[in-house]
């Protein structure tokens, strides 16, 4: 299928939030070798060609492997910093407004780094984008699900004194032997400390861990969720609830989880009334930010114009923003949908 021009402008334009990136997946294998060298840091790859040419993934672990030794030469404040202003600028030019955005502090504690060296550094970048484009943003802390609940609750407790520098906690790594239950009372007490929850569930996993997500770990959104399409009554409910899927097409591609894009289940969920929404999850390792992932999928889906309206609402609409900041954006989608759409066809005047 291709995509129409005046279309893919369109979607290029639109404001949109970003639910679903990880900080360590925007590391550009440019800035893994800079850092490398301001580090010391010795890399098992000899140049950006060679790590470049190891990003051909066979599933979610193949890649995992790689993105944790990418996220290995981060190791200062500084370095936390410019990797995120990097995403920043990346994302502002793809006309993302507003972007909450996933940490990942076991990969890097695990190496010795101190947590608040992790926090500083991102949350720094920014409040820094806040002034100088505009853009709004939040931090979702995930936990690493291949880790034990007891490492987990570790980390949650050594973030506590940063409590008002994240919103959230979210769950990744591993999905398959990994179940949400492995993790319902690190996020019961999340809950208790008035953090937003989110999980990645239904992306190699089956459905039923999309439902467990929303059961046992009450979250309010699904990162991925994809494979909630093998189970209507769940995709009914997820609609009746009005659950978003946050849905990252080019890594789903990459990991094969939908080798291709024209087989992914993001229309059909659309339809079937869900809150899908569409993000970059790692960019810097599947190809593309965020405007790459929605031109793709658009691409590769019978997606239309209110298609793309009501996927960049449902990105604001799914967001922890607070109301009245949600309404302005959501107004500012409006109105430009509205305004870009082809001229009304000249009625004649009937008496
Ligand atoms: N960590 C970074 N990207 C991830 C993904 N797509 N799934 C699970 N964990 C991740
Ligand atoms: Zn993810």
């Given at each position: 299928m291709t995509l129409?021009?005046?279309?893919?402008?369109?979607?290029?334009?639109?404001?949109?939030?970003?639910?679903?990136?990880?900080?360590?997946?925007?590391?550009?294998?440019?800035?893994?070798?800079?850092?490398?060298?301001?580090?010391?840091?010795?890399?098992?790859?000899?140049?950006?060609?060679?790590?470049?040419?190891?990003?051909?993934?066979?599933?979610?672990?193949?890649?995992?492997?790689i993105y944790y030794a990418g996220a290995s030469v981060l190791l200062t404040e500084e370095d936390f910093f410019d990797m995120t202003m990097a995403y920043v600028e990346r994302a502002v030019a793809d006309n993302v407004r507003h972007a909450e955005i996933?940490?990942?502090?076991?990969?890097?504690?695990?190496?010795?780094?101190?947590?608040?060296?992790?926090?500083?550094?991102?949350?720094?970048?920014?409040?820094?984008?806040?002034?100088?484009?505009?853009?709004?943003?939040?931090?979702?802390?995930?936990?690493?699900?291949?880790l034990s609940e007891?490492?987990?609750?570790?980390?949650?407790e050594a973030a506590l004194p940063y409590r008002d520098r994240f919103v959230g906690v979210g769950l990744d790594s591993s999905e398959r032997g990994n179940p949400p239950e492995k993790f319902a009372r690190v996020f019961a007490r999340a809950r208790e400390l008035g953090l937003h929850r989110v999980a990645h569930a239904?992306?190699?996993?089956?459905?039923?861990?999309?439902?467990?997500?929303?059961?046992?770990?009450?979250?309010?959104?699904?990162?991925?969720?994809?494979?909630?399409?093998?189970?209507?009554?769940?995709?009914?409910?997820?609609?009746?609830?009005?659950?978003?899927l946050t849905v990252c097409p080019l890594s789903n591609q990459k990991l094969k989880v939908y080798p291709d894009l024209r087989d992914h289940s993001l229309k059909k969920l659309l339809d079937?009334?869900?809150?899908?929404?569409?993000?970059?999850?790692?960019?810097?390792?599947?190809?593309?930010?965020?405007?790459?992932?929605w031109e793709a999928t658009f691409e590769a889906l019978p997606l239309d114009a209110a298609d793309a309206h009501r996927l960049a609402r449902n990105s604001f609409e799914a967001s922890f923003l607070r109301?009245?900041?949600?309404a302005e954006y959501l107004t500012e989608v409006d109105r430009f949908w509205q305004s870009a759409s082809p001229p009304e066809p000249a009625r004649t005047a009937t008496a």
């Open positions: 129409d021009a005046a279309l893919a402008e369109r979607i290029r334009r639109t404001p949109k939030a970003e639910l679903h990136v990880h900080i360590e997946g925007t590391l550009e294998p440019e800035l893994i070798f800079r850092l490398a060298q301001r580090n010391q840091v010795k890399l098992p790859y000899s140049s950006v060609e060679a790590l470049r040419a190891a990003y051909a993934f066979t599933d979610l672990q193949s890649f995992l492997d996933f940490f990942d502090p076991q990969t890097h504690t695990a190496r010795g780094v101190d947590i608040e060296i992790v926090i500083d550094g991102i949350a720094d970048a920014l409040a820094q984008a806040r002034t100088q484009y505009d853009f709004s943003s939040s931090m979702i802390l995930c936990f690493l699900r291949h007891e490492d987990a609750f570790a980390t949650l239904g992306e190699e996993g089956p459905a039923d861990y999309v439902r467990d997500a929303l059961d046992i770990l009450q979250v309010e959104r699904i990162d991925h969720g994809v494979r909630a399409i093998d189970d209507p009554a769940l995709v009914e409910r997820l609609a009746r609830e009005r659950i978003a079937a009334g869900v809150a899908v929404t569409i993000h970059s999850d790692d960019p810097a390792y599947f190809g593309g930010y965020m405007n790459a992932n109301p009245a900041l949600k």
